[in-house]
């Protein structure tokens, strides 16, 4: 009966504590000074075609734990023009600047682009995230948000790959920011058992595919670059 | 508002005075009074809209003229003022440390509308609809929020549309005197004038729809 208890007690605990809350900050939106700026242009294709009419948010996200309580707060909000250039302006208030604390607590920018036609490198819509932003600071981003195909990676012979042998192929790709080579890079990781992966990749642009063998305690290191037509799905064998 | 009603319909059923046909009289004036009730667009807090309208309800005032055209048919016009208080809790919380000093005034139309009247008198009640399209003179509601950091400021910005509505009603006829209520919509979209973060001029459509429930007083002549 003890035991009973204290686990419906448990569980009672763990309902009340797990909650997450979500508010508009419109003081923020409206920023009225020490304002935080980011600005750039949002562009596909290798950077050269503007994305149009792409919606931008800025989030601050919090959560505590081992109480399981989260908070999403509004920020900014504002639509690419037609050349693809776009301004998120917002304040930040006392609790969201960088503390102690900081790793519990973010900004993400995400945009309402499409993840099904474009690539987003860091996941579910989301182009930015920072964990120090400050006042009165302006950030440029110039980013590039590829359109993305599909390449399957296949070792063609996998019957020459020897217990511990393996192939880590990293597919290098110009997205996000600009300024830093090949912003995104994906990771696959072949072996005789798993002979074939299926990556997201990015389209109308160079990609390069970095493939290090490891046979018998030995590397080898090859580059290969290709490019994908939007919504292409392309095979590509790597030999061991 | 309920309450107002209720006691209308209790006058409607209570009266057992016997009522002269108002086809007697050619003429009428009223005085309507009641609220209106922010609808779609202009009740919106949305935080993805450049500027959410955060209209709440607020008092509508109605003076208006008919003449009888024939016993189906009367034609008017119809002078109203409504005011909408801006949902400035929702705006900024007033226990937000950011928030100094907030301040706020309504959003605001005079409409001036010509009305026809379609009416089917039973006995000595009269029921009508009526079809309105006009003028409105609107202004933008004022928003001022002072923070540590400056403050937010929306100018109550003007602007002049047209303005249309469409209202049902039941009145009750005591010889030249009659009472009544009255529901519908109106609406109009004047466009107003904002600066952007930029400070650039940015112009907007703003849909100013209201739901009206009002009760009235009219004298026949």
Excluded at chain 1, 64 to 80: E, Y
Excluded at chain 2, 69 to 89: C, E, S, V, Y
Excluded at chain 2, 154 to 182: C, M, P
Aim: proline share 4%.
């Amino acid at each position: 009966m003890k035991t009973k208890l204290s686990f419906l007690l448990s569980w009672l605990l763990l309902f009340l504590s797990s909650c997450h809350t979500q508010s508009d900050d419109f003081i923020s939106k409206y920023c009225p000074g020490s304002c935080t700026v980011i600005k750039g242009k949002l562009t596909t294709d290798g950077r050269t075609k503007p994305l149009a009419g792409v919606t931008l948010e800025v989030n601050w996200y919090t959560y505590s734990s081992p109480a399981i309580t989260s908070n999403t707060r509004r920020k900014a909000i504002t639509t690419t023009d037609a050349n693809g250039n776009f301004e998120l302006r917002f304040l930040i208030q006392d609790d969201e600047l960088p503390n102690e604390y900081t790793n519990t607590s973010y900004f993400q920018v995400k945009a309402s682009a499409d993840k099904n036609t474009y690539l987003f490198c860091l996941g579910d819509n989301l182009l930015l995230e920072y964990t120090d932003l400050e006042r009165n600071t302006t950030i440029n981003a110039n980013y590039n948000l590829p359109r993305k195909a599909q390449l399957v990676l296949q070792v063609s012979n996998p019957q020459a790959m020897a217990n511990g042998d393996n192939i880590q192929s990293s597919i290098l790709m110009d997205a996000g920011v600009s300024g830093t080579s090949y912003g995104c890079s994906v990771g696959a990781y072949l072996t005789a058992g798993n002979a074939q992966t299926t990556i997201a990749v990015a389209a109308n642009e160079d990609i390069v595919i970095r493939s290090v063998k490891n046979k018998a305690g030995s590397q080898t290191t090859s580059n290969q670059t290709i490019r994908l037509a939007p919504g292409q799905v392309l095979q590509h064998q790597i030999t061991f | 508002m309920k309450q107002l009603v209720l006691t209308a319909l209790l006058v409607f059923t209570g009266f057992t005075i016997a009522a002269q046909d108002v086809a007697n009289y050619s003429s009428g004036i009223r005085l309507q009074f009641g609220g209106a009730f922010p609808v779609g667009n202009f009740s919106s807090d949305d935080f993805e809209e450049d500027y959410p309208a955060f209209a709440m309800s607020g008092p509508l005032l109605q003076l208006s003229y008919n003449r009888t055209i024939n016993p189906r048919w009367a034609a008017g016009a119809t002078f109203a003022l409504r005011r909408n208080p801006f949902n400035l809790d929702k705006f900024a919380d007033p226990t937000d440390k950011l928030v100094l000093n907030r301040e706020s005034e309504p959003w605001q139309s005079v409409f001036t509308l010509a009305d026809v009247y379609y009416r089917m008198q039973t006995g000595d009640k009269l029921f009508y609809l009526k079809g309105s399209v006009g003028a409105a003179f609107n202004r933008r509601a004022k928003v001022t929020i002072a923070t540590p950091y400056g403050t937010i400021d929306h100018k109550a910005d003007r602007s002049t549309a047209l303005a249309y509505g469409l209202h049902v009603g039941l009145k009750q006829n005591f010889d030249r005197w009659s009472i009544g209520l009255e529901t519908g919509i109106l609406s109009g979209k004047p466009i107003f004038e904002m600066p952007d973060a930029q400070g650039n001029k940015i112009n907007y459509k703003q849909p100013m729809t209201t739901v009206n429930a009002g009760l009235f007083a009219a004298y026949a002549f």
